[in-house]
């Protein structure tokens, strides 16, 4: 029986790497004509379907730039709904090129489920939610509190955490669903309510006055999220990874999508080789070099496609906080192109 | 004396004419009579109906407040649906269900070719009255055209043919009310055959059939449909190379029907097992060949008495579509869950609003499969009552 099940590994094994060493990802992605993106089932503002059946987010532009960047055709995508978890099957058995699904980067992750991450779109952190007539201006003074949580998830853990490493007194309430949870404390069952701070602010257009609540400026854990591949493709990780960057560097350099036209006459050099008018940079990974230019007109800068999906230009208003540039008093920062 | 009357009928005395029997007493008879006696008949009738009025009185005004009154029903965005001054009382927002309507028919099919599902459904709507309505005519056609016509068109229609000219639609792009009529189609076509072939299997005399159809249908009953979806979406592109991996869509049809036909051939062997023995026998006295002991003597009447258990688990199956969201199938209840989760319409009801337009939806469905196993019955039923 033994035998059996590890012959069978082995040739699920070889049968895997024969796929897998047949030919790149990227000559792959070419010749299918599409990227093949992992999605969630629909997370507001990072991957969503609109009333026309179109995904629309921050997890979206990610795979559209992509498209953008190989086809010059942002429509060259063909999503795939992957839940929690058959997310990271999906990339390992080659169903998905790239997973761009709100997924938390971490050490085991990448050391243990044969993916790698390219980068991060977008800095998470669990944060707390309160009632503006309670008049708290920090999670800190929240001792006493009780406290909404969804339970069996690293937020109610977390939770814990914080509370006992400022010695403050936690009463949690835990709930099964999320729904539940937004509703008790809109019910007024607790003082707070905790989870990541992006569910926070769609929590929040969903309680019955949205106004009268606040989201606090503390965030009490790690969770970057960004879009991973295979391991074992270095080439077409590149290609992942420097879109994310070609997004950052562009609103950096001040490119968007209304002025990357004009732009391609600019003198400034960063902004040259950016846009593939200089140097051969998009052909070293294997593009063509004015991909650069490409991913902006298409899908614009990744100022732009932040407040287009998540910030002022959409319902949930998030704060750029931890994801502003670099220059900004933010956490987005790009190597330079050159 | 009374010799003198039966003599002469003249007599003035005597009546002439049949008298009319008289009303009952008015507390017997009419509309105070009917609900004196079903409904206030005695001390636990009496409190079972106050109950149930008071019960009613309790649920069904909100509830129609909320459905009806208190409703929203134009708007474009969560501004219409959000308790302000204008409108402090919000009821279901039945203009989010309108802006989304096409989400939750099509999911992500692409528009321009959506007009494809819609002569799909059409096509479907003709398969089934064809085949419903007794009396319709030439339904031997209608059989061949649901059952050969309809789903090799469906598949090209749907999937796309390019030397057609018909583009390429490739699954993953289906969604809502698409993905669960066409689930529960196939499900519902294919159960009811391979289900009967393994009920006869399990009741067969031939040893290979019978082993194989007892272990099949005891395997598919042991094991949950959700973890043979499970398996199905992420056991199985770790095995198979990616070149021969099955479509999404197409696992979760084939899990689906294949579960659906197990609990039908147990339905249909507890009818094949109703049957008197002298049925069988009767038959193969008759010299029947067995197939045409079956077609023509067992499986006609064991069919009629199951009529109510089959349907129950079309409509059991019908709801078990909603499982396809293991595989990341986006069926009709999916589409809602998803569209009610964006930003553009959080507002405090919308959520309900979505889950009672499911709900709405499903009852349809449902009760209309149950209404017409209800009038086949009655129709089958008229021969045991001659």
């Known amino acids: 029986m033994k035998k059996w099940v590890a012959t069978a590994a082995l040739v699920a094994g070889a049968l895997m790497g024969a796929s897998m060493a047949s030919a790149g990802t990227l000559d792959t992605v070419k010749s299918k004509g599409q990227v093949v993106c992992g999605h969630g089932q629909g997370l507001a503002g990072f991957a969503l379907p609109d009333a026309q059946g179109v995904w629309r987010g921050l997890d979206s532009d990610v795979c559209r730039a992509l498209a953008a960047a190989i086809f010059n055709d942002p429509n060259k995508v063909k999503v795939v709904p992957l839940t929690s978890k058959d997310r990271f099957t999906a990339l390992q058995s080659g169903e998905i090129d790239v997973l761009s699904r709100n997924t938390t980067w971490t050490l085991s992750r990448e050391a243990s489920l044969g993916l790698e991450f390219a980068g991060i779109n977008y800095y998470d952190g669990q944060g707390f939610m309160v009632r503006k007539s309670l008049k708290l201006a920090s999670a800190k003074e929240l001792s006493g509190a009780s406290v909404c949580v969804q339970q069996g998830t690293t937020t109610e853990l977390n939770l814990a955490d914080f509370f006992r490493a400022n010695k403050l007194e936690l009463k949690s309430v835990t709930f099964a669903t999320n729904d539940e949870t937004t509703k008790a404390y809109d019910a007024g069952r607790c003082d707070a309510l905790t989870t990541d701070a992006s ?140 | 004396m009374s010799q003198s009357v039966s003599s002469n009928p003249n007599q003035s005395f005597v009546q002439q004419d049949v008298i009319a029997p008289s009303r009952p007493p008015s507390n017997l008879v009419g509309p105070v009579a009917w609900v004196r006696e079903h409904l206030f008949g005695g001390v636990f009738n009496t409190s079972a109906t106050i109950l149930i009025v008071l019960f009613l009185a309790w649920v069904v005004p909100p509830f129609l407040d909320f459905v009806l009154f208190d409703a929203v029903w134009v708007g474009t965005d969560r501004e219409a649906c959000i308790f302000n001054e204008a409108h402090p009382i919000v009821g279901a927002c039945w203009a989010f269900i309108k802006d989304r309507f096409s989400f939750f028919n099509y999911g992500t099919y692409p528009i321009p070719e959506r007009w494809r599902v819609d002569l799909f459904f059409a096509l479907l709507t003709i398969a089934v009255i064809w085949l419903l309505k007794l009396s319709l005519p030439r339904r031997d056609l209608g059989a061949l055209y649901a059952f050969i016509i309809l789903p090799v068109v469906s598949y090209f229609l749907l999937i796309g043919s390019p030397t057609l000219g018909l583009p390429i ?76 991996e099955p479509d999404k869509l197409l696992r979760a049809l084939v899990g689906v029907a294949l579960f659906a036909s197990a609990y039908m051939a147990e339905v249909v062997r507890a009818g094949l097992q109703a049957l008197p023995k002298g049925q069988y026998e009767g038959a193969m006295a008759l010299g029947l060949s067995y197939g045409q002991m079956m077609r023509l003597i067992i499986l006609p009447q064991a069919l009629k008495v199951t009529i109510p258990n089959i349907v129950s688990n079309y409509i059991g199956l019908f709801k078990d579509t909603t499982l396809v969201v293991i595989v990341g199938l986006f069926d009709f209840l999916r589409t809602i869950e998803t569209a009610r989760i964006d930003p553009i319409w959080a507002a405090p009801t919308v959520s309900p609003t979505g889950y009672v337009y499911a709900a709405i939806f499903y009852f349809i469905f449902c009760f209309a499969m149950s209404s017409y196993a209800r009038t086949i019955e009655q129709r089958l039923s008229k021969a045991d009552k001659r």
């Open chain 2, 169 to 244: 639609v490739t699954t993953n792009l289906w969604g809502g009310l698409l993905v669960t009529v066409v689930v529960s189609a196939v499900g519902i076509v294919v159960s009811l055959p391979l289900g009967i072939l393994l009920a006869l299997g399990r009741r067969s005399t031939m040893p290979a059939a019978q082993v194989f159809s007892v272990a099949f249908i005891e395997f598919v009953r042991g094991v949950p449909l959700i973890t043979v979806l499970f398996m199905a979406s992420v056991m199985l592109p770790l095995f198979v190379p990616r070149e021969f």
């Open chain 1, 199 to 338: 569910g926070l602010y769609s929590e929040r257009l969903r309680l019955a006055k949205p106004d009268d609540h606040i989201v606090l400026p503390e965030i009490i854990s790690k969770e970057p999220l960004g879009p991973s591949v295979r391991k074992g493709d270095d080439q077409w990780l590149d290609v992942v990874k420097w879109t994310q960057f070609v997004l950052v560097t562009a609103e950096e350099l001040g490119v968007t999508q209304a002025n990357v036209e004009a732009m391609l006459k600019s003198e400034n050099p960063e902004i040259k080789r950016l846009l593939g008018t200089e140097g051969k940079f998009g052909e070293s990974l294997g593009l063509t070099n004015d991909w650069g230019y490409r991913i902006i007109k298409h899908v614009g800068n990744y100022g732009e496609s932040f407040e287009r999906n998540v910030g002022q230009g959409s319902p949930l208003k998030i704060a750029r906080g931890l994801n502003a540039l670099w220059n900004k008093g933010g956490l987005q920062y790009a190597p330079p192109i050159r």
